[in-house]
Structure formats: structure tokens, C-alpha cells
């Protein structure tokens, strides 16, 4: 209690060093008083009301425990009477032994007189009946039915609780009523009818269907009181149980089991389309009659039934069933599969099952076909599939490399650039076939691209073959095809549409939210080796490009350093006119191609000119001669660095491999035989992949210096050992000597 006043205390002086914080808040303090009063006033009068509020209901539960203590004291006299009362009249039961006993003979002769009635009357009543059954007043006929085989169990029933019984009585008995069992099979047969019309009739009349399932509870009703007397006399009546109501749930069940299978209309020979057809029958039909036994059905059936219930379970049944004999056949073509698995889909979609006027929760509706009988369908699917993409992947190829040999150029995109229809065609295919396998599952379309992935890298070596077996066949009549350069480049630059179309695959499907879980490393590294492939076709069929340029160059770079050559600048005038003259082809190809096209032009004329300085073309016979040559190298290096610079300036802002061209020639033309050494080892620092055997014929051009010499000069300067190499150079691109 003090704590708590402390603590009430500690909150009101922080309430009132709040208020009082300014001078000027001082003169409010009677207004704060008055404030505070009229809040303390409030919480009063609340608590006061809430105590009172207690108090009255306090009271109010006193006075009711009150009065039910009462009625339990009354209650419990009254029930002390009662027992006196009933233990008075315990010696009634032997003094009415004779009234019990008169009563049950009475009861039993009034059984006999009310049979004989019906005993005398069973073949006019069996005739009668089996006329009502043939007017189909089926209610009327089954209270006949019931009237006598009533009295056929009653007969037997006495005969069975007397200790011994003729069986000549049972027999005849038996014979005497044996059409009443003719009689029930007559009428179940008209009941099994309207139950299996169950469809049709609560479309127009459902009253014959109400006749019939009023009978079938009464026969249930009586199967339930058979079975209670048998329990206490072991007495079972002929024929008994029935069981019609298992029996029209087995009727219904095989009804809608022949619905399902039975609407296969089209021959498979005929209409390819003859599975979408039945599939779509099973559909609607299902729809449809699931909606009237809902809509109308439920209330002609007992509610016990749960008709819809079991007719939902019925039809799932039956078309898995269906289902699962269509995926067992082994004739399925790979569209037909797809349009199984596709359905798969739309059975639990609001198409079907998943439909609201319906209401079906799906959770407990299994799947239709099972897992393991899925994954064959699917190992199946990816089969086929894979043998019609290779197929149409070589057709496609075999119909490009027809263009190939056209006597018309290429096609051109919107930019210029020569390319070849097969790339877009081939994505077609893949991009359909993964569309195909989402409509179905996202695990088949995981498996599906796995296989593109699969083809595509097979795909690449057959197009690599393809285009070589092209450069070949140039090779050997280069006047044919007429238009082999511009359509190597549209080859070319296929590659890069390749790649493209494979990172939009990538994109939507490895990337998206939906498929970004399920895309595995190896997947992604499956994809790049893909690229990297094509990375590989692209840059030989570069290197086949320029191998056309070098052909037609050959001759001028044979000449090189020979005598013929020295003082005739006008060769290289040629080179430079005939690369400028393809650079007008070359324009076609994709930027990022015609860069590296111009690097390997740069980088192979740099080559052509060290492998003229090191393969001992020529013997200078003097100083002249050898500063002439050197200097018409420097002269030819810059004019080629100039030109290539011109036709792509990306060959200007990186080193151009024409320095080590000037390096060399620097070297050739040295006069200072002890300057040499430190020449080359310049060289070296910038290209440290040049080896000795290089540096030793280029100084065996010199007229001033000997073999030996030349070695003893190279023995003292350390050589880069290969294994050592940090980066290569283009030295590392020279032909062994």
C-alpha cells in the first residue's frame, strides 16, 4: 500500500513539474486545481459505479444458488416417494403373470388371423403386384411385396422357435411364397432402372427417382430390424439383408463409370485431334452432371447419402481410372501426351473441379494419375521430344546450308548485318516446346530446359562442322559458292544471335521468381558452356575470314624480306587496298565481331612480317641494304597500323602487335654490334615469350656478324623459360621453325 502511494506520489510530481515548466504557467494553478479535481471526481464516480455494479451482481448470483438449493431439496423428496411408491407394488408383477400370458396368446392369434388373411391371398396378391410393377406404381407394389414377405417370416419365425421343426413345414412354406423372392427381383429391377437413369430423370421428373429411393430406405429400415431380431433369436428371413442401399451406390458408381468411358466417338486414324475431343467430352460431361446432382440431386436423396459427395468421389475415380488407361497405351504419340498432362492441369482448375459453382475442396481429391505412372509419361514425352528437335534441328541446318550455296546475298537484318534464319527458327522450337512443358509443370519444364540445354551444345558441333566442311569446300574452288564471304559472315554473326536467344531463355527461365529456386549450378554452367561454344564457331569462322584475305595476300607476304621486295613499297599499297576492299564485306558483321576481326588482321600482318624477319629470307650483303630493308619494314608496319586504326579506331586505343614489327627492325637496323644485347633485351621486358632460336635467324640476316657470333650475343642474355610465361604476346602466335 505504500509502494504504491510513493509511487502515486513520484507521478503526480512529475505531472506538476510538466505543467509548471514556464513562469507564466503560475498563474493557471487554480485553473490546473479545478482541472485535476473535476478528473479525480470522474475516476470516483466510475469506481463507485463499478463496485456498485459487483455488489448488485453478487447479490443477485446469492439469491439464484439460493433457490436451486431449494429445488434440489424438493427433487430429492420427491424421488424418496417415488422409490416407496415403486417398492409397494413389486408383488403386482406375479399377480399379473395370467393377464401377461393371456395378452401374448392373444397377440399371437391375432397374428395368425391377419396372415391367414394374407396366406390365402399370396398368388392373387403376387399376380396383383407383378401387375402394379408392370404399370410402374412401384410404391403400391412394394407394400404388397412387403405385406408378404411378412407374412412368409412370420410363418418361418414360428416354425424356427419351436424346438423341433419339420423340415418338411420350412419347405413347404418356402415353395408356397417362392414367388414373393421373383416378385423382389422384378421390382429392384425397375428401382436399378431409375437409379441408373439418375442423370436424365432429376433433369425433367425426379419423382420416379424419389419412388425409388423411398423404397430402397424402407428395405433398409427393414434390413436394420432383421438384423435386431436375429441379434436376440438368431432368426434370419430368406433373402435377407438387401442391402439396397449398397446396391443403388454401386449402380450410380458403375452409371458414372460408363459415362466417363463411354464417349470415345472419333477413330484416332481419322482425327488427330480425336483425344482433345474425348478429353473435352469428360469435361463438360463431368461439369455438367456434378452441377445438377448439387443443384437438383441433393434434394431428392436422403441427406445420410452425401450424394454429392460420392458423386464428386465417383467421377474422380472413374476418370483417373480412364486416365490411367489412356497414359498406359503404348501407341500415345508426344502431342497426345501433352494434351494428358496439359488436362492433368485442367481437371483441379476452375474449369473443372477447381469451378466455385462446384464448391469441391480439392485437398482431398487425389491425383489422378500417379506419381510414378506421371514420370513415365513425362520420360516419355522428353524422349520423343528430344528426337523431334534433333530432327528438325538437322533439317533446319540442311535447308541453311542450302541458302549457303545461293547465287543471291544473305539476308540482312534492320542494321545491316548479314545472318541466316536458323537461329530464330531453332529458338522457335525450343521456345515452344518450353511453353508447352509450363502449361503442364514447372518440373518438366525444369527437365525440359535441362534437355534444350543438352541439344543446343549438341547443336553447336554440328554447326561448327557445318561451316568448316563450307571453308573446305571454298578451299578447293574458291570461285564457289559466289557469295562465300558474306554469307560466313551472316554465319558469324548467327553465333551472336545464338547467344542472344539463349540469354533470354536464361532470363525467363532460370531467372524469373517462379523458376529462379529450381535453376541449379550445373544448369548454369551447362548454359554458359552453350555460349562458350558458340564464342568457339564465332572465332574460327573469323579466322576462316581472314584466312580468305590471307589467300588472296599470300604473294605479297612471301615476298617479304626477299630482294625482290626490298624498295618496292607499292606491295604493300595492295594489302592495304585489298583489306579496305573486304572491310566493305566486313562492315556486315556484328560490332563486337568486326572489332575482333580487325585484331586478328592486326595481329596475323604483325606475325607475317616477324615471320619474314625470322625465317632467313634473305642474307643482307651491306649496311645499306640492311638499313633500306628495316626501314621499308617500319615504313609498311605504320601504314598498317594507320589503315587498320582508320577502319576500326578500337585498334588504335590498345598496343598494336606492329611494335614488336618496329622493335625488330630496330634491331636489324643497328649499326652498334654492342648495342645489341641490349636491344633484344628490351624486346624481351615487353614480349617475354620471344625465344632464342627467333633472335638468332634474325641476326643471321646480318652481313657484320657470325653464327657464332650471333650465339655467343644470345647466350648472355636470359631467356623467359615457357612454363614460366606470365601472359603471351604475339610471338606466342608464330608458326614452329
Known sequence: MEAAQNEAQASAAKQVANMLQRPTQLDKIDQYRRRELRKKAAVEARLKTAVQQQLDGVRTGLDQLHKALQDIKDMKQSLKEID???KSCSHLSSKLAEVRDVANEHNKFATAMENLKNIFNVPETIKKTQG???????????????DLESSRDDLLFELHKQSSHSPTDHNLIKTYFSGVEQISESLGKQVWLAVSRTLSIVRKDPTLLVTALRIIEREETKDKQVETRRAQTDFLPPGRPKKWRNKCYTVLEKCVMTRIEGNIMEDRELEKMWLVRHLELIRKFTREDLLVVKDVGVQCFPAAYQIYERFVKWYHQAISNHVTGLADDRELERNEIVVLLTWLNTYKSDELMGSRELEIDKRWLGELLSPDIRDTLQTKYLVSMKTDIQDWANRTLSTDIKDWYQDSLPHADGEGFYQTQIPVILFQIFEQ??????????????????????????????????????????????????????????????????????????????????TAHQASKDQLEQFKKVNESFEMVAAEGLNYLWEEVRMDLKDHFDKILTRNWIGK?????????????????????????????????????????????????????????????????????????????????????????????????????????????????????????????????????????????????????????ESTLSRLTVFSKLKPQ
Open 433 to 514: 516446346n518450353l511453353q508447352v512443358a509450363a502449361t503442364i509443370s514447372q518440373l518438366l519444364q525444369h527437365k525440359v530446359f535441362n534437355l534444350s540445354a543438352e541439344l543446343l551444345q549438341v547443336f553447336t558441333q554440328s554447326y561448327r562442322d557445318a561451316i568448316y566442311h563450307y571453308k573446305a569446300r571454298h578451299t578447293e574452288e574458291r570461285s564457289e559458292p559466289r557469295f562465300y564471304t558474306q554469307y560466313m559472315i551472316g554465319l558469324v554473326n548467327n553465333c551472336d544471335n545464338f547467344e542472344t536467344f539463349i540469354q533470354r531463355l536464361e532470363s525467363r527461365y532460370t531467372r524469373s521468381p517462379v
Open 569 to 721: 613499297p607499292e606491295d604493300v599499297d595492295t594489302v592495304c587496298a585489298t583489306l579496305e576492299d573486304y572491310t566493305n564485306d566486313f562492315i556486315h558483321l556484328k560490332e563486337s565481331y568486326f572489332v575482333r576481326l580487325m585484331k586478328v588482321a592486326h595481329e596475323s600482318l604483325a606475325v607475317e612480317y616477324i615471320n619474314a624477319m625470322i625465317s632467313r629470307r634473305i642474307t643482307f650483303r651491306t649496311v645499306d641494304e640492311r638499313k633500306e630493308a628495316a626501314e621499308q619494314i617500319v615504313m609498311e608496319a605504320t601504314q598498317v597500323d594507320r589503315l587498320l586504326s582508320k577502319l576500326s579506331p578500337v585498334c588504335a586505343q590498345s598496343d598494336s602487335p606492329t611494335e614488336a614489327v618496329i622493335m625488330m627492325a630496330d634491331v636489324i637496323k643497328l649499326r652498334d654490334l654492342t648495342m645489341l644485347q641490349l636491344e633484344i633485351t628490351g624486346l624481351l621486358t615487353k614480349y617475354p615469350d620471344v625465344k632464342q632460336e627467333h633472335m638468332l635467324n634474325m641476326l643471321n640476316m646480318r652481313e657484320d656478324l657470325s653464327r657464332s657470333d650471333a650465339r655467343i650475343i644470345l647466350e648472355e642474355i636470359q631467356f623467359t623459360d
Open 84 to 86: 416407496d411408491i415403486y
Open 132 to 146: 402394379l410393377i408392370e404399370d410402374g406404381k412401384l410404391l403400391q407394389a412394394h407394400k404388397h411385396l412387403s
